[in-house]
């Protein structure tokens, strides 16, 4: 029998001739070295674009979890690359330590967060691999290879963002802030008022972001802010149950858009706001159970509400099916060679379409509209984009290009996936061709 393999949202899949969970880095290596080719490296299998598919070999990194070792002077701690950010968030807070921002899933393991830019929301917040401090990796040829921000800076820059690529991420130091607590707060407000006042309301905040529900004509917005306070309780989730109305609501009134449209801002209209106070680990990740597939690009931070309001217009004319709210957040500018935040303030914009149903027509018109903006597409998520294109996004692109080589020189990570999207020809190793 064959190995199967599939993401999350189950639109991604892989028959390799290996799947393997090494235990530590030296049977990492090993299997670097004599495993079938291409080796691709898979977290949690939270990316809905073919990074892990391969034909060779799949190596998981569940058994490389937990932390190693930390420092509680300079709030920094040492973790294992398969560690999920889940188990994470309660070995910081144990130590006294918080991440010091997160995104609203946290499933993903560590080094596929770090690998494929992963991030929150906030004008002065980078995403995770702005914390590295120090990497440790196996290279294409087993060996291992240890990185330090002091002395390897530019190496941390190349290979901070790296698509599983330019080497396995083992383990990573991470610069951490003492534990704190959050204010959150969300209400509902007219999306013409929040696209109005898009620069003012997202850089008020610490944390700041807002979903679009289709139809509505409403933005949910969200602030957290750092709070002294003692905690308050946090309130049900009431996402799915919001997902689940929404998606019944378009299979009820197809034919009826306009009423459709009537009870979904009627129903938005009247969300209860919430206030409430708790540690950050109980404030940023939602529970997500619905399976979708998703697109999101990283614009220019003043190009977001143009951009959004294309892209509401594009769906409510074109695409009734989609129930999904629009998600968009901020993030600050990094020095990361392959970072979608590469020396420009962002405005994020995610799409998403529920995974029982085919998301490509929804993205394929959606792209040019985020391209138009200048944007750069999230790794993880689906985008249309080869080397060609990339290249004009990535001023250090040749640079990171000729460390990937360095790394791997005999191409052990490319498959035709990455191949194609770094401009590379297929290593002889490459089984899928």
């Not at 199967?4 to 028959?15: D, F, L, Q, Y």
């Not at 290596?29 to 949690?44: S, Y």
């Not at 946290?106 to 929150?120: K, V």
Request: net charge neutral; charged share 25%; glycine share 8%.
């Amino acid at each position: 029998m064959s190995n199967r393999w599939s993401n999350w949202s189950g639109i991604v899949t892989a028959e390799p001739r290996l799947i393997a969970s090494p235990a530590d880095a030296g049977e990492l290596g090993d299997l670097v070295r004599t495993a079938p080719g291409p080796i691709r490296v898979v977290g949690a299998g939270h990316s809905f674009t073919p990074l892990v598919k391969s034909k060779g070999t799949i190596l998981s990194l569940e058994k490389l979890e937990g932390l190693v070792s930390h420092d509680a002077e300079k709030h920094q701690a040492r973790v294992r690359a398969g560690t999920r950010l889940g188990p994470l968030m309660h070995m910081l807070q144990g130590i006294g330590q918080g991440l010091p921002n997160m995104g609203d899933i946290d499933r993903q393991a560590i080094g596929g967060a770090l690998g494929t830019a992963t991030h929150g929301s906030g004008p002065t917040l980078g995403a995770y691999h702005t914390q590295l401090e120090t990497v440790r990796i196996v290279d294409g040829l087993g060996k291992l290879r240890d990185f330090k921000r002091a002395g390897d800076q530019e190496m941390i820059h190349a290979i901070g963002v790296a698509l599983g690529a330019f080497g396995v991420m083992t383990e990573v130091t991470l610069n951490n802030i003492p534990t704190y607590r959050l204010r959150r707060r969300k209400w509902v407000l007219p999306i013409t008022e929040m696209l109005r006042e898009f620069e003012t309301m997202m850089a008020a905040h610490r944390s700041a972001e807002f979903y679009y529900i289709p139809f509505s004509g409403y933005a949910q917005f969200i602030a957290s802010d750092l709070s002294d306070a003692a905690p308050t309780p946090r309130p049900p989730e009431a996402d799915e149950a919001g997902l689940r109305t929404l998606r019944r609501l378009r299979a009820a009134l197809a034919r009826l858009p306009s009423l459709r449209g009537r009870l979904i801002r009627s129903a938005v209209a009247k969300f209860p706001a919430e206030d409430y106070v708790q540690d950050w680990l109980n404030v940023y990740a939602s529970d997500r159970q619905t399976k979708f597939n998703e697109m999101e690009y990283h614009l220019p931070f003043e190009e977001g509400p143009k951009a959004l309001a294309e892209i509401i217009e594009l769906t409510e004319k074109h695409f009734p099916e989609v129930y999904f709210p629009m998600e968009v957040r901020t993030v600050a500018p990094d020095e990361f060679w392959l970072s979608p935040f590469y020396r420009r303030p962002t405005c994020s914009i995610a799409i998403h379409h529920d995974a029982a149903n085919d998301p490509l027509p929804f993205m394929r018109a959606a792209e040019p509209i985020f391209r138009k903006y200048g944007g750069r597409p999230h790794w993880g998520k689906m985008h249309s984009l080869k080397a060609a294109d990339l290249k004009k996004l990535y001023p250090r692109w040749d640079d990171a290009m000729a460390v990937r080589r360095d790394i791997d020189p005999q191409n052990r990570f490319l498959s035709s996936y990455m191949a194609g999207l770094f401009g590379i020809e297929p290593s002889p190793f490459d089984n899928e061709r």
